[in-house]
C-alpha cells in the first residue's frame, strides 16, 4: 500500500530531529566522545568518524557550541598509519583554519584550541635526540609526517591572516624557535621521499611549506648530494657492510680524533666504516664528528682524513642539518671563545649569519673545512631572509593597529610605517649579504707569508702563474699534453716552463688555490640569485688586485657591464679608478659588443676628465688607469685611434707642466707624435721598432720625480707595451 507523504511534511521531520531531538550542541558533544579509527588508512573505506568531525569542523559547530575538539583530533592523528587516509589533510586544514579563524566576528574568542607543544614534543622524543629513526618512537612516522604537516600549515596560516587577526586585536601564540628546534624536520622529509606512494600528497605538499618557510633547507646543492648519497653505489657499497652498524661508540671516535697526528691511521679506518653507514644510522656520530673539527685544523693532518669528514658531514647534512650547523658552527670557534664557553643557538644565527665566519682564521687555509663553513653561510644568509620576512608579516600589521589608535583624531599623519619597515629590511639583508663577500673576498688575499712562498710578490701572483702556464706555445702544450691525466699535463707545463714553471704549479696546487675556486663558486651563485648584491660590492670596491681573480673565476661577473656606466659616473675618483680597472679585465675575458660600447664610454671619460682634474688628482687618477688601456687595445684592435690621441694629450698636457718647471731633456712629445702617427702596417714591418726598448729607470728615479714626469714616463711605456702587442699580434 502506498502512502502519499507531502515534502512539506518531510522538512518538519527533518526539523525536528536537528532543532528539537539531536540538535547541533548534541551531536558535537556526542561527537568527541566517539572513539577514533585505529590504524586508520585508506584501506579502510566507507563512512567513518572522520568524515563526520570534518564535516562539523567545516560548519564551526565546535567552536559555536565551546565543545574542545583538539584531543580527538590528536589522537586520531596519532592512530594513522599508510596508506595516507584522503581526509586527514583536509581535516588538518579545516582544523587550522578553525584556530585562527573565530565563528563569528561578534565573538572572536570562539576558537579552537592548538595542538600543545608538549604533545608535539612527546610525538618526536626519541628522534630529536638521534635515534636515526629506529623505530624507538611509539609513533608511527606517518603520524610524525602529519604533526610536521600541522605545524608548517599553522605558521604559514598565522602569517597569512595577520591582517584579519590585527584587526580583530587577537593574536594568536605560534609555536616556539625551542620547539621547531627539536624537530628533525629535514630527516622527516628524507623519510618521506622513499614513501611517495604511500603518502599521497603529503611530500609534495610539505615541500612546497618547506620551500615557504625554511628555503635553507631547500638548496640545490643538497637535494643533489642527497641523490649522490641514496644512489646505486652508495648501497652496493652497504651491502658490503658485514659488522654491526654500531661497530664503533662515540667515545671510541672522539679518542681517535684526539690522536689524530699520531694514529691517523686507526682514525682513517673508523671513517672508512662509517662511510659504509645509512645517513640515519651516521646520527648518533655527529657530535662526536663535528666536536673534534677544530683538531683538524693542527699541522700535519692527512687530507684524506679531512676529506672524508667533509663528506660524513654532508651526509649528516641530509637528515639534520639545522642541529649539525649549529654544532660545526660552535666547534670551529677561536680557542680563546671556546675557553670563555661561548655557544651559539639556532636564533643568534639567524638573527647574525656572519658569526659564521667568526671561526678559526685557520679554517680559511682548510678548503675541505672552509667547504663546510661556505655551505653554513649561504644557509643562514637564506634563512636569515626568511626570519626577517615572518618577523615583519607578524609584527607590522600590529603595529599599524596600534599607531592607527593612537593617531585616531589627529590629522597630517603619514602613513608609511610598513614601506619604512620593508625598505629598512631590504636594507638590512642587502648590508648583510655584501658585508659576507666582502670578508669572503678579504679572504682570497694571500698573506705575507703565502706571498713569500709563490715567490712572486704580488697578490694578484697566483692568477698570474695561471697566465703563465696557459700562455705557453702550442709546441710546449703538446709535449706537455702527453702524460696523462691533467696533473701529469700541468707538471709537464711546469717542467717546460724550468724551475719557475715548478714554483708556478705549486701555486696552482695550493691551498689558497683551492680555497679561492670555492668563494668564487659561493659568490657565483649569490650574484645569479640577486644582481643587486654584484652591483652594490662593486660599488663599494674591493682591492685592485684581486680583479684578475673575480673576473677569471667567477662566470657571472659580466653583468658588471651593466653597471659600469653608472659606476663611472659617480663623483668620487676610486669608484672610476675602480670602475676602468675592472673594465679593462672584463674586455679581456668578454670581449663582446657590449664591452666595447664600455670600453669607448671609459676613453671618453677618461678625455674628460683629462680637461678638469686638477694638477694633483689628474697624477692620482692617470697613473692606475693608463695600463688599462692595453687591455683595451688587446681586446678590441679599432680602439687604437682612440687611445693613441688619448695618450698623446695626457703626454702634452704633463709635458707642458714639466716645461715649466724644468727643460724637457728628452725630445718627448716628438716621440709620442711619431708614435700616434704610425699606423698598423707600418707598425708590422718596422720591426726596428719592436726592439726600441726604454730606457732603463731606477725605482728611486720614478718616485723621486716630479708626478708630471712619472705621468710622462707612464704614457711612454704604455705607448711601447700597445706597440709591441700590435706587432705580436700580427
Not at 592512530?79 to 578553525?98: A, F, K, M, R
Not at 709635458?655 to 712629445?669: G, H, L, S, W, Y
Amino acid at each position: 500500500m502506498k502512502i502519499a507523504i507531502k515534502p512539506s511534511s518531510l522538512n518538519k521531520m527533518k526539523t525536528i530531529f536537528t532543532h528539537e531531538i539531536f540538535t547541533e550542541q548534541v551531536v558535537t558533544g556526542h561527537a568527541v566522545r566517539v572513539a577514533v579509527t585505529n590504524n586508520l588508512s585508506a584501506n579502510i573505506t566507507g563512512f567513518l568518524p572522520i568524515h563526520c568531525i570534518y564535516q562539523l569542523l567545516k560548519s564551526r559547530a565546535f567552536t559555536k557550541h565551546k565543545v574542545s575538539i583538539k584531543d580527538w583530533i590528536f589522537r586520531q592523528l596519532c592512530e594513522t598509519t599508510t596508506p595516507l587516509h584522503t581526509q586527514l589533510l583536509p581535516l588538518i586544514d579545516v582544523y587550522i583554519n578553525s584556530i585562527l579563524t573565530p565563528a563569528s566576528k561578534a565573538n572572536p574568542e570562539a576558537t579552537n584550541q592548538p595542538i600543545t607543544e608538549q604533545e608535539i614534543l612527546n610525538v618526536f622524543q626519541g628522534r630529536a635526540e638521534g635515534d636515526g629513526g629506529k623505530g624507538r618512537s611509539q609513533y608511527s612516522i606517518t603520524t610524525q609526517l602529519l604533526i610536521l604537516y600541522y605545524i608548517l600549515s599553522y605558521e604559514e596560516a598565522l602569517l597569512a591572516n595577520t591582517k584579519a587577526l590585527a584587526l580583530m586585536q587577537k593574536k594568536p601564540k605560534s609555536y616556539s624557535a625551542a620547539l621547531m628546534d627539536q624537530i628533525p624536520i629535514k630527516y622527516l622529509i628524507h623519510q618521506a621521499q622513499g614513501l611517495q606512494q604511500e603518502l599521497g600528497g603529503l611530500h609534495s605538499a610539505l615541500l612546497r611549506l618547506l620551500a615557504t618557510n625554511y628555503p635553507h633547507l631547500c638548496m640545490v646543492e643538497d637535494w643533489i648530494c642527497e641523490e649522490e648519497v641514496t644512489g646505486t653505489l652508495p648501497l652496493l657499497r652497504r651491502m658490503l657492510l658485514t659488522t654491526p652498524a654500531f661497530k664503533y661508540s662515540q667515545m671510541q671516535v672522539h679518542k681517535a680524533f684526539q690522536n689524530v697526528i699520531q694514529s691517523g691511521h686507526r682514525l682513517m679506518r673508523i671513517l672508512e666504516h662509517l662511510m659504509l653507514l645509512s645517513a640515519g644510522d651516521l646520527i648518533p656520530y655527529a657530535e662526536a664528528l663535528t666536536g673534534s673539527m677544530s683538531l683538524l685544523l693542527e699541522d700535519g693532518v692527512s687530507r684524506r682524513v679531512l676529506q672524508t669528514v667533509n663528506k660524513l658531514w654532508m651526509v649528516l647534512n641530509i637528515v639534520m642539518p639545522r642541529r649539525l650547523w649549529v654544532m660545526t658552527v660552535n666547534a670551529l670557534q677561536p680557542s680563546v671563545k671556546l675557553l670563555r664557553q661561548h655557544r651559539y643557538t639556532q636564533n643568534d644565527l639567524l638573527v647574525d649569519p656572519l658569526i659564521v665566519l667568526r671561526c678559526d682564521p685557520r679554517v680559511f687555509r682548510c678548503p675541505p673545512l672552509m667547504d663546510i663553513t661556505l655551505h653554513m653561510l649561504n644557509g643562514y644568509l637564506l634563512a636569515s631572509k626568511a626570519y626577517l620576512n615572518a618577523h615583519l608579516k607578524e609584527t607590522a600589521e600590529f603595529e599599524r593597529q596600534t599607531q592607527t589608535v593612537s593617531n585616531l583624531g589627529l590629522t597630517g599623519q603619514p602613513d608609511t610605517p610598513e614601506v619604512t619597515r620593508e625598505e629598512l629590511k631590504n636594507a638590512l639583508l642587502a648590508a648583510q649579504d655584501s658585508a659576507a663577500v666582502q670578508i669572503l673576498l678579504e679572504v682570497c688575499l694571500p698573506s705575507f707569508q703565502e706571498e713569500q712562498q709563490l715567490g712572486a710578490g704580488g697578490s694578484d701572483s697566483l692568477l698570474r702563474s695561471v697566465r703563465s702556464v696557459s700562455s705557453l706555445s702550442e709546441r710546449e702544450q703538446a709535449s706537455a699534453g702527453a702524460l696523462q691525466g691533467p696533473l701529469g699535463s700541468q707538471q709537464a707545463k711546469a717542467e717546460s716552463m724550468g724551475p719557475q714553471g715548478a714554483q708556478q704549479l705549486d701555486g696552482l696546487l695550493s691551498d689558497l688555490r683551492e680555497v679561492q675556486c670555492l668563494i668564487c663558486c659561493l659568490l657565483h651563485q649569490m650574484f645569479i640569485a640577486d644582481p643587486n648584491i654584484a652591483k652594490l660590492v662593486h660599488f663599494q670596491g674591493y682591492p685592485q688586485a684581486l680583479l684578475p681573480l673575480t673576473v677569471a673565476g667567477i662566470p657571472s661577473m659580466h653583468i658588471c657591464l651593466d653597471f659600469i656606466p653608472e659606476l663611472l659616473a659617480q663623483p668620487q675618483l676610486e669608484k672610476q679608478i675602480f670602475a676602468i680597472q675592472l673594465l679593462s679585465h672584463l674586455c679581456t675575458q668578454y670581449a663582446l659588443p657590449k664591452s666595447l660600447s664600455v670600453a669607448r664610454l671609459a676613453i671618453s671619460v677618461m678625455g674628460t676628465l683629462l680637461t678638469v682634474l686638477m694638477h694633483a688628482k689628474r697624477f692620482v687618477f692617470f697613473m692606475p688607469t693608463l695600463p688599462c688601456l692595453i687591455s683595451f687595445c688587446r681586446a678590441f684592435p679599432p680602439l687604437y685611434d682612440d687611445v693613441a690621441s688619448l695618450l698623446v694629450q695626457v703626454g702634452q698636457v704633463c709635458a707642458a707642466d714639466v716645461a715649466t718647471k724644468a727643460r724637457d731633456i728628452d725630445p718627448f712629445i716628438a716621440r709620442l707624435q711619431y708614435f700616434s702617427e704610425k699606423t698598423k702596417e707600418e707598425l708590422g714591418s718596422d720591426m726596428e721598432l719592436s726592439k726600441m726598448a726604454l730606457p732603463k729607470r731606477s725605482t728611486e728615479e720614478l718616485s723621486g720625480a716630479d708626478p708630471d714626469v712619472q705621468l710622462c714616463y707612464c704614457v711612454e711605456a704604455t705607448f711601447m707595451d700597445i706597440i709591441r702587442f700590435s706587432i705580436q699580434g700580427l
